[in-house]
C-alpha cells in the first residue's frame, strides 16, 4: 500500500451538489469536496460528462457523511428525491437526515 492509498482510506466522505447555469442539480460523492468541484469547473477529462458546458457552475450543497458506502448509499437516496426537497437542501444550508433517506430507499 502507498502513502496516498493509506491516507486516502482515513479521509472522510461527502456528498454533494451543483448547479448548472440552467438550474438543474448533480449530486455526487468525494472525498475532497474542492479538488472534485474544481474538476468539474475546468471541464476537462475528470470532469463530469454531464457538467461539460453547462458553466458557470455553483457549489449548493456539501455534507459530510462518513463511509465510502454511506455516501453511496446517501447519494442513491438524494437522487431519488423531489426536486423541491433537493432545492430546500441547498436553500437553507440544509443537513440531510440520513435515517430520513434509508426509509426514502426502502420504497
Known amino acids: 500500500m502507498t502513502t496516498r492509498d493509506a491516507n486516502s482510506t482515513n479521509l472522510l466522505w ?4 451543483v ?17 472534485r468541484f474544481l474538476e468539474h469547473q475546468e471541464g ?9 458546458g453547462k458553466g458557470p457552475l455553483k457549489l449548493a450543497f456539501q455534507q459530510e457523511i462518513g463511509s465510502r ?4 448509499k446517501a447519494e442513491i437516496a438524494l437522487k431519488k428525491l423531489p426536486k ?14 440520513l435515517d ?6 426502502k420504497k
Open 19 to 35: 448547479r448548472t447555469n440552467r438550474g438543474q442539480l448533480y449530486s455526487g460523492i468525494t472525498q475532497d469536496v474542492a479538488r
Open 69 to 72: 458506502s454511506s455516501a453511496l
Open 44 to 52: 476537462g477529462k475528470k470532469a463530469a460528462k454531464y457538467l461539460r
Open 100 to 105: 430520513d433517506l434509508k426509509f426514502v430507499q
Open 14 to 17: 461527502h456528498l454533494y451538489m
Open 84 to 97: 423541491w426537497q433537493k432545492e430546500s437542501l441547498t436553500e437553507n444550508s440544509g443537513r440531510l437526515n
